[in-house]
């Protein structure tokens, strides 16, 4: 996607935000925003579900209650970014910097696999992603149950009560 166009739909959007005649909602649904620049956007309530997002800069964006299922977010800068209430299902968030972002609590890399755990706080409760995994603490604890043993259960346990003290 353009650069134009997507000022264009923030435009749109900050209005509809705003309340403001000649506002709409942002549908970015599938978008390829591949390496786009949208640092300190307010993007809060877009859908943003299933774009392309990896590399962008989203520095201090605004993603609060915005749908992300399935979006590609790897390799995406999300430092300091707002995700308090957005929908991170099935998103991928492989190699994205969560440093300092509203309510992500990132863990590892994991014993078992190299790869980092994330929590993130939602308002339905506190959700997690481990490798293709997306669930609440209690299906996450159930997988592990069922998968790991030893040091590796106990590391997914610990990092699971670490993020409940973190995040609830």
């Known amino acids: 996607m353009k650069a134009e166009e997507v000022s264009t739909i923030l435009a749109a959007h900050k209005k509809w935000l705003g309340d403001e005649e000649g506002g709409s909602h942002a549908d970015l649904r599938g978008a390829n925003l591949s390496g786009a620049n949208l640092r300190n956007a307010d993007l809060s309530g877009a859908n943003?579900?299933?774009?392309?997002?990896?590399?962008?800069?989203?520095?201090?964006?605004?993603?609060?209650?915005a749908d992300l299922r399935g979006a590609n977010?790897?390799?995406?800068?999300?430092?300091?970014?707002n995700l308090r209430g957005a929908n991170l299902r099935n998103a991928d968030?492989?190699?994205a910097d969560l440093r300092n972002a509203n309510r992500i609590a990132v863990f590892g890399p994991?014993?078992?696999?190299?790869?980092?755990?994330y929590a993130v706080a939602h308002e339905n409760g506190l959700l997690w992603q481990a490798g293709c995994f997306w669930g609440t603490?209690?299906?996450?604890?159930?997988?592990v149950a069922q998968v790991h043993s030893?040091?590796?259960?106990?590391?997914?346990?610990?990092?699971i009560a670490l993020g409940k003290l973190q995040l609830t």
């Open 150 to 159: 030893g040091k590796n259960r106990d590391w997914y346990e610990a990092v």
């Open 110 to 117: 994991a014993p078992s696999s190299g790869r980092l755990v």
């Open 137 to 143: 603490s209690e299906e996450l604890a159930a997988k």
């Open 73 to 81: 977010l790897s390799g995406a800068n999300l430092r300091g970014a």
């Open 93 to 95: 968030l492989r190699g």
């Open 48 to 65: 943003l579900s299933g774009a392309d997002l990896s590399g962008a800069d989203l520095r201090g964006a605004n993603l609060r209650n």
